[in-house]
Nanobody, 124 residues
Framework: VHLAESGGGLVQAGVSLRLSCAASGLTFSMRAMAWFRQAPGKEREFVAALTWTSGNTYYANSVKGRFTISRDNAKNTVYLQMNSLKPEDTAVYYC??????????????????WGQGTQVTVSS
């Protein structure tokens, strides 16, 4: 599975941004997809996840109510709509996919494939 993120950029606080992640390859093996982020000097952290068959979504408390993860099955694409962005949202955002079901979706180790990341910078 190959994952390609796009949509990052430099924005001001309060605005919206949408990230996209296009999956290719053995996409039928995917059971969940998620977004993680990593700020300079910090560990990679969970942002949001979506289970591929049921479409259930999960969010970190820090983004709940502001971010929305969604999918387009026909395009094998997952989106992350980010509203009301804050400077603390600044990070490299990574798209990831898991091929096993029943894993803890908030853990980095649950995922098997990662994209190259896209930078999101929010200025105050």
């Amino acid at each position: 599975v190959h994952l390609a993120e796009s949509g990052g950029g430099l924005v001001q606080a309060g605005v919206s941004l949408r990230l996209s992640c296009a999956a290719s390859g053995l996409t039928f093996s995917m059971r969940a997809m998620a977004w993680f982020r990593q700020a300079p000097g910090k560990e990679r952290e969970f942002v949001a996840a979506l289970t591929w068959t049921s479409g259930n979504t999960y969010y970190a408390n820090s983004v709940k109510g502001r971010f929305t993860i969604s999918r387009d099955n026909a395009k094998n694409t997952v989106y992350l709509q980010m509203n009301s962005l804050k400077p603390e949202d600044t990070a490299v955002y990574y798209c990831t996919a898991a091929v096993f079901s029943g894993v803890l979706l908030s853990m980095v180790g649950s995922y098997d494939y990662w994209g190259q990341g896209t930078q999101v910078t929010v200025s105050s």
